[in-house]
């Protein structure tokens, strides 16, 4: 999980600067921005919030615009947000990537096309060495220029347990990887699994039913369901 990037002693000073702040708001803008500060780097939906302070929504919507303008808090794009309202997180904190998605998500969604893309950097590097690494694969795909946000093991693992759920590569010891057989047609023999967007998403691993990731408010998941 990832918090602020700044400094123990940064963060202490904004939170004194957040503090002496105080005073200017009013008990309903304080209410809601204790709620989204207590959430720290994962933040607080707007529905959570109307829960906890037990607020009418047309006041928590004034109050939100108040604290944002004051630049106490910030509204920020979640993997969930459109299916469960504004997510908002206090101004010193950075959101987390359980909240983000990570570094195969742009703005709230998943970036498909990055994805895809880097999967075939990794086969074809897979494929020229017959077998290889996790850290050998992370070394020479992993500074490519098709995402913005820099990989690390964890991300890179995430992408390649897709592919090996795709029928594209498989297993050759522990964090060790090669190219699946091809079939007459030179084609990968792909899973059912493939055609489906749970075959291509790598935060597969960290869905669950009733988690922040879930099928049941999974907007690419509904989208195959209705095709």
Not at 10 to 24: F, G, I, T
Not at 165 to 185: F, H, I, P, Q
Request: hydrophobic share 30%; glycine share 6%.
């Amino acid at each position: 999980m990832r918090g602020s990037s700044e400094g123990p002693s940064a963060l202490k000073r904004k939170r004194q600067d957040y503090n002496s702040q105080s005073d200017s708001l009013t008990e309903h803008e304080r209410r809601i921005y204790d709620a989204i500060l207590s959430k720290k780097d994962m933040g607080n939906y707007k529905q959570a919030i109307k829960r906890e302070t037990n607020l009418t929504m047309v006041l928590i919507n004034k109050s939100l615009k108040t604290l944002e303008g004051k630049k106490k808090i910030k509204e920020v794009k979640g993997i969930q947000s459109r299916a469960r309202g504004g997510l908002y997180m206090a101004a010193e904190f950075e959101p987390s990537n359980e909240i983000t998605g990570g570094a195969w998500y742009e703005n709230g969604n998943l970036n498909s096309e990055s994805v895809n893309d880097m999967k075939r950097k990794c086969v074809r590097f897979i494929k020229e060495h017959e077998v290889a690494t996790l850290k050998e694969i992370l070394a020479e795909v992993g500074t490519t220029r098709i995402l913005d946000a820099k990989l690390d093991p964890k991300d890179m693992k995430e992408l390649l347990e897709a592919l090996v759920l795709d029928n594209e590569v498989m297993k050759a010891g522990e964090d060790s990887y090669k190219c699946c057989k091809r079939s007459s047609t030179g084609e990968p023999k792909l899973a059912s699994m493939a055609v489906i967007p749970c075959g291509v998403c790598p935060r597969k691993n960290h869905c669950t039913p009733d988690g922040i990731i879930s099928p049941a408010i999974c907007e690419y998941f509904k989208k195959w369901l209705d095709f």
